[in-house]
């Protein structure tokens, strides 16, 4: 892409056509809808739940399927209100803006470089909160909440996508190293994933005997 002067910007990728460019913005609005409506789904649900708690005190949620996966736990603790509101507030704000944004790149819009640097602070913001989520659930509550789990699973190729975008673009120059591999890590975000989701499992068979209640 090129700007009014026909200079190029150090952030687009020389590398990468602009039909290809614009293919690859639309498969990841695509993505960042679907993220998106699976983290703004269980964002409701978990509202709906602290809902009905506070509606019915003593009353046990639908998402509670045992002792060790349940979600009363996590929405009564005081980590579930760490701002001093339900967590799950947080995610009716941040979720629609996601999609907001995968709606917009699926129809062709191109935001500036400042806009990618700051949603991927705000992405790194979002999972450093999941990982003390998880933290907090497996060691603190000991317990797995069924929609905070279908959350943690949705900002992890969230933070992964927008980081290894903004590399292997040059957005965050790096060095062409470092350029080079976000843009084959890029293809391999589903595995990247997968392997933070099996690390996550791991832990919490190690601390839960998760295996023990099923």
Not at 7 to 22: G, I
Not at 24 to 39: D, M, N, P
Not at 200 to 214: E, F, G, M, T
Request: hydrophobic fraction near 55%.
């Amino acid at each position: 892409m090129q700007s009014r002067n026909g200079a190029r910007h150090a952030w687009d990728n020389p590398c990468m056509p602009e039909t290809a460019s614009t293919r690859s913005s639309v498969a990841q609005g695509v993505v960042f809808v679907i993220l998106g409506a699976i983290g703004l789904l269980a964002a409701f649900a978990l509202t709906l739940e602290k809902f009905h708690l506070l509606q019915n005190p003593g009353s046990v949620p639908s998402c509670d399927f045992s002792l060790l996966v349940q979600c009363g736990a996590n929405l009564s603790s005081p980590q579930g209100s760490i701002f001093g509101f339900p967590n799950p507030v947080i995610g009716l704000m941040a979720w629609p803006v996601v999609i907001t944004i995968g709606v917009a790149l699926i129809g062709g819009s191109r935001f500036p470089r400042w806009f990618w640097l700051g949603l991927n602070l705000g992405v790194a913001g979002a999972l450093a909160f999941v990982i003390w989520l998880i933290g907090t659930s497996i060691f603190a509550l000991s317990t797995l909440c069924p929609w905070c789990m279908v959350t943690w699973s949705v900002v992890i190729p969230l933070f992964w996508m927008v980081t290894f975008d903004n590399l292997r673009t040059g957005r965050l120059p790096l060095g062409s190293a470092t350029r080079r591999f976000a843009s084959a890590a890029y293809s391999w975000i589903p595995l990247i994933t997968l392997g933070c989701l099996v690390v996550i499992a791991v832990i919490a068979q190690l601390r839960l005997d998760v295996l023990n209640y099923l």
